[in-house]
């Protein structure tokens, strides 16, 4: 009997929901009964272990609808009188691996992932390819020196112009904005504009 | 009992609460991580269609040498051999080489170049590039997400991603403007929505401020903008670019000035229209009942202040289209529709493009050498004068 009545202060214990004469009492019986004592620290280490996991939200009515059904529920007659209280620790410890295991599994698979995907697509994705002469199968490295000009005849871009030096442009036209409308300038067009344009069109 | 029940619906509700949560905080820290992997996946898959462009062009110096100027910008494959990028990268080129993503390097054929749209078609018979497909117009609405892909110094990849912030729609073509940085070199990079879909071709960025007491509107400027050419204007450009090798311009068959009014404080001068000093005679403007000495006031519901203004957006129209047109004739408005004609030049009469670039050379090395000039120009004249004295 005073087994019973210690299990069935575990819960409020661990909520801290226990008199001060109720603790005591429990902690007597813990001295004397050791199995309760190992059930008890079973459903401390299982409930800190759930307590210990990362917060996240849940819908905005969940613990209201939780907490008004586990009532309801409370105000019925049980409906599982013949199960014993001990499965329970049990039960929550190999649900929480189960979930702790899918967790695990879903986190692998988050970061494998992109190198699987990536894997997957470079072999998908179709890359430029050479289809002309031969002489120009291969990327020509960029050649050496202070050559400044592109090589007659043969596809080499100079190193120069990956200098950007004075003589290379790096092209990003610059847009004006004028009252709600945007306009783009091009390079090497000399367009009339403004006052003075008077133009055919 | 009803304790054990308690207790069995708090264990059960516990464990109901971590096999929601757990799966949502994955899903929650996976977010980034999926959102990341899926622009990976964007990028990859587009960028072997982005290509760095160089135009190379020869000028000559002042001293008679030759001097080579190359201009680089991004190029975007939209078939198979067939790279569009911006008139501004290779208006005036003698030579056009593109490099591909993965090194390869190609003589390309410019195809044709339209000023107009900022356009131009490369042609590029040695390689075989994978083209992008053009996205759904709905895709270049304001809000959507955007991925741009270019080139900048060095030849090397620049990726972007923001969204569209705003739409210039004009009459026939769209400008698009995005929260995104863009790079020297962007120009022609390729603009594309979440499935890697072309929705427009990089312009440029927002000029420089002017100073406040130059800037005749002093309006905020945006920061960090840049602006593409939307796929809704490029694709039927391109299409007459690919079946014809240019693009037909609308004509209205006018000569016009620029004309504005003088506000009576600080004397500042408001732009009001295109004031038409001449018809064409036959033409669309007469016969939609234009003549000399009326001003041009609106073209397409649009509000028109320049006659540059107004004959880019008659040029960007094409030839057929039946267009609005508003016009002030002695105090009166007057409005009317005029049918275009097609443009008899290939590029406008006034776009007059500088077939050399020869632009003048600003730089310091320049201004010391025409410093040197002046100062030699000057001894000689000094000496010739002194050589003209009366000698006594």
Redesign the interface.
Same mark, same amino acid.
């Given at each position: 009997m005073s087994c019973k009545r210690a299990r069935n202060l575990f819960g409020r214990t661990w909520d801290d929901e226990v008199t001060q004469a109720e603790r005591e009492w429990l902690e007597g019986h813990f001295v004397s009964c050791a199995a309760c004592r190992a059930e008890y620290e079973g459903l401390a280490r299982t409930m800190e272990l759930v307590s210990s996991m990362p917060r996240e939200e849940s819908p905005a009515d969940f613990v209201e609808r939780t907490v008004a059904r586990a009532r309801r529920a409370a105000t019925e007659p049980d409906r599982v009188p013949g199960i014993s209280h001990r499965w329970i620790p049990i039960t929550a410890a190999a649900a929480l691996l189960a979930v702790l295991g899918g967790s695990a599994i879903q986190w692998a698979g988050l970061s494998t992932a992109p190198e699987q995907r990536s894997t997957t697509q470079a072999a998908a994705i179709q890359q430029p390819t050479w289809v002309g002469p031969a002489p120009g199968t291969t990327p020509a490295a960029p050649s050496s020196g202070t050559d400044e000009q592109l090589v007659a005849g043969a596809a080499t871009v100079p190193d120069s112009v990956f200098n950007h030096g004075d003589d290379v442009e790096f092209i990003l036209d610059p847009v004006t904005l004028r009252k709600g409308r945007a306009h783009t300038t091009i390079r090497g067009t000399d367009a009339p504009r403004g006052q003075q344009a008077t133009i055919t069109f | 009992?009803? $304790?054990?029940? %308690?207790?069995?619906?708090?264990?059960a509700?516990?464990? =109901?609460? @971590?096999?929601?949560?757990?799966?949502?905080?994955?899903a929650?820290?996976?977010t980034l !991580?999926?959102l &990341?992997?899926d622009m990976?996946?964007i990028a %990859?898959?587009a960028r072997?269609a982005v290509?760095t462009v160089?135009a &190379?062009r020869t000028s000559k110096k002042p001293t008679g040498d030759k +001097? #080579?100027?190359?201009? #680089?910008?991004s190029g975007v494959?939209v078939e198979e051999n067939g790279i569009l990028t911006?008139?501004? #990268?290779v208006?005036?080129a003698e +030579?056009v080489?593109i *490099?591909?993503?993965?090194?390869?390097?190609?003589?390309a054929e410019l195809v044709v170049v339209d000023?107009i749209f900022?356009i131009a078609l490369l042609r590029v018979?040695?390689? %075989?590039?994978?083209a992008l497909r053009y996205g759904p117009a709905h895709d270049a609405d304001v809000g959507s997400w955007v991925i741009s892909l270019g080139t !900048?110094?060095?030849?090397q990849p620049t990726q972007t991603v923001g969204n569209i912030a705003y739409r210039?729609k004009?009459p026939h073509q769209s $400008?698009l &403007?995005l929260t995104i940085n863009?790079?020297?070199?962007?120009?022609?990079a390729a603009a594309l929505n979440p499935r890697g879909e072309l929705i427009g071709i990089v312009?440029?960025?927002? !000029?420089?401020p002017e100073p406040a007491d130059q800037d005749p509107?002093g309006?905020r400027?945006p920061g960090n903008?840049s602006?593409v =050419?939307s796929a809704e204007t490029i694709r039927p450009v391109y299409e007459d670019l690919r079946k014809t090798g240019h693009v037909p311009h609308g004509? $209205?068959g #006018? +000569?016009? *000035?620029?004309a504005?009014v003088t506000a009576t404080e600080g004397g500042k001068?408001t732009?009001i229209g295109a004031l038409v000093?001449s018809v064409v005679d036959k033409g669309p403007a007469q016969r939609a009942g234009i003549r000399p000495g009326d001003l041009i006031v609106a073209y397409e519901r649009e509000r028109v202040?320049?006659?540059? &203004? =107004?004959? %880019?957006w008659?040029?960007a129209t094409r030839p057929s289209t039946t267009v609005d047109l508003v016009w002030a004739r002695d105090e009166v408005m007057h409005s009317g529709r005029a049918v275009l004609g097609q !443009?008899p030049d290939p590029l406008?009469?006034?776009?007059?493009?500088?077939p050399d670039?020869d632009l003048p050379d600003t730089?310091p @090395?320049r201004i010391s050498e025409l410093e040197k000039e002046v100062r030699r120009l000057s001894d000689e004249l000094t000496r010739m004068k002194d050589h003209d004295k009366p000698q006594h």
């Open positions: - | 009992m009803r $304790l054990v029940g %308690r207790r069995w619906w708090t264990g509700a516990l464990l =109901l609460a @971590g096999t929601m949560v757990l799966p949502a905080m994955g929650a820290q996976g !991580s999926a &990341q992997t990976d996946q %990859r898959r072997p290509v160089f &190379q +001097r #080579v100027r190359t201009r #680089v910008g494959a911006t008139a501004s #990268v208006l005036g +030579r080489m *490099r591909t993503a993965n090194g390869l390097q190609a003589e000023p900022n018979p040695d390689v %075989r590039l994978p !900048s110094y060095g030849a210039y004009e $400008l &403007q863009v790079y020297p070199g962007n120009s022609g312009q440029g960025e927002l !000029s420089p509107d309006e400027r903008a602006f =050419l004509f $209205l #006018v +000569r016009t *000035r620029a504005s001068r732009p000093e202040e320049y006659p540059e &203004q =107004l004959a %880019r008659v040029a !443009s406008p009469e006034w776009v007059t493009s500088d670039f730089g @090395g």
